[in-house]
């Protein structure tokens, strides 16, 4: 008689507990590499706010939870690009109607290995280096021996090309136009790229701030030769003065309400602009982080 007791017990507590799963409110969030870590921060930390919603987050890059918001498949959308003019041709085709929103800013940073004694890189040197037009194939073009790197041929670490990361890199160093150079190590996250740059002496390549580690080395950037070079920090991202500084953006379908509303409100408030600050990127406001 005890084991039947129990057993009701258990499965009354089960179909509760999907009874309260399903009453609560999903947000499907999809997209941006750059933003998955910091989405992932504050979905965390939105079900202690409001324990009735909870968000379910991937990344993938902007291309891809740019096309679940094309098809209808996600809430919301992260991007650290603009969505292009074909995007939104595409979308509203399709009855939906993106909204932009920027949810924090983004020092696009470019890493080094240690052993490499660039002290600083102009965006001519990196078009150079990362442009099918460039002639930088080995780092003694460029007027540099990296101690460690075999014949001095420079390995080029870029990102896939549904990454954001990717379309903004190549829009603010090689130009509308631009096009990257052939064999480039074509990375799936912002992380996959830092850890191979570690590892490898001949190495370059850009990922978000966030993502750097002591084990890197980070870039200074000079808009042009004879100016002063900049390095990428939350500061330099918040007044642009980084030459590769961005906005990070979310999407949603039309102007946001209710749960949504509610969400985005809390990401823009201090406390959500706090863990953005946290977590490595420049908030959109000056904000009183406890």
Same mark, same amino acid.
């Given at each position: 008689?005890?084991?039947? #007791? /129990?057993?009701?017990?258990?499965?009354?507590?089960?179909?509760?507990?999907?009874?309260?799963?399903? *009453?609560?409110?999903?947000?499907?969030? !999809?997209?941006?590499?750059? @933003?998955?870590?910091?989405?992932?921060?504050?979905?965390? !930390?939105?079900?202690?706010?409001?324990?009735?919603? %909870?968000?379910?987050?991937?990344?993938?890059?902007?291309?891809?939870?740019?096309?679940?918001? #094309?098809?209808?498949?996600?809430?919301?959308?992260? *991007? &650290?690009? $603009?969505?292009?003019?074909?995007?939104?041709?595409?979308?509203?085709?399709?009855?939906?109607? +993106?909204?932009?929103?920027?949810?924090?800013?983004?020092? /696009?940073?470019?890493?080094?290995?240690?052993?490499?004694?660039?002290?600083?890189?102009?965006?001519?040197?990196?078009?150079?280096?990362?442009?099918?037009?460039?002639?930088?194939? !080995?780092?003694?073009?460029?007027?540099?021996?990296? +101690?460690?790197? =075999?014949?001095? !041929?420079?390995?080029?670490?870029?990102?896939?090309?549904?990454?954001?990361?990717? %379309?903004?890199?190549?829009?603010?160093?090689?130009? $509308?136009?631009?096009?990257?150079?052939?064999?480039?190590?074509?990375?799936?996250?912002?992380?996959?790229?830092?850890?191979?740059?570690?590892?490898?002496?001949?190495?370059?390549?850009?990922?978000?701030? *966030?993502? *750097?580690?002591?084990?890197?080395? @980070?870039?200074?950037?000079?808009? =042009? %030769?004879?100016?002063?070079?900049?390095?990428? &920090?939350?500061?330099?991202?918040?007044?642009?003065?980084?030459?590769?500084?961005?906005?990070?953006?979310?999407?949603?379908?039309?102007?946001?309400?209710?749960?949504?509303?509610?969400?985005?409100?809390?990401?823009?408030?201090?406390?959500?602009?706090?863990? #953005?600050?946290?977590?490595?990127?420049?908030?959109?406001?000056?904000?009183?982080?406890?």
């Amino acid at each position: 008689m005890k084991s039947k #007791i /129990l057993i009701a017990v258990v499965i009354t507590a089960s179909v509760l507990t999907v009874l309260n799963a399903e *009453a609560r409110t999903l947000i499907q969030n !999809k997209g941006s590499d750059t @933003l998955v870590n910091v989405a992932q921060a504050w979905a965390e !930390k939105y079900r202690d706010v409001n324990p009735e919603v %909870a968000v379910a987050v991937s990344g993938g890059g902007s291309g891809t939870g740019i096309a679940a918001m #094309i098809n209808g498949t996600v809430d919301i959308a992260n *991007a &650290s690009r $603009k969505m292009k003019k074909r995007e939104l041709q595409s979308a509203k085709k399709r009855g939906q109607n +993106p909204v932009e929103h920027v949810v924090g800013y983004d020092a /696009l940073a470019v890493y080094l290995h240690p052993n490499n004694p660039a002290t600083s890189l102009t965006l001519a040197q990196l078009a150079d280096i990362y442009g099918r037009k460039g002639h930088a194939k !080995k780092w003694t073009d460029i007027g540099l021996e990296v +101690p460690g790197c =075999k014949g001095q !041929k420079i390995v080029v670490v870029s990102r896939q090309n549904s990454s954001g990361t990717y %379309a903004y890199f190549k829009k603010a160093v090689l130009g $509308k136009k631009g096009k990257y150079r052939m064999g480039t190590l074509d990375m799936h996250g912002s992380k996959d790229v830092v850890d191979l740059v570690e590892k490898t002496p001949c190495a370059i390549g850009y990922s978000g701030l *966030a993502y *750097a580690t002591e084990h890197v080395k @980070l870039t200074c950037i000079t808009s =042009k %030769a004879g100016d002063t070079c900049v390095n990428p &920090s939350v500061a330099t991202a918040s007044d642009n003065s980084y030459p590769i500084a961005r906005p990070l953006f979310m999407y949603t379908n039309g102007q946001p309400k209710g749960a949504i509303k509610g969400y985005l409100d809390w990401i823009n408030s201090d406390a959500g602009q706090c863990i #953005i600050l946290q977590k490595g990127y420049a908030p959109i406001k000056k904000v009183n982080c406890k």
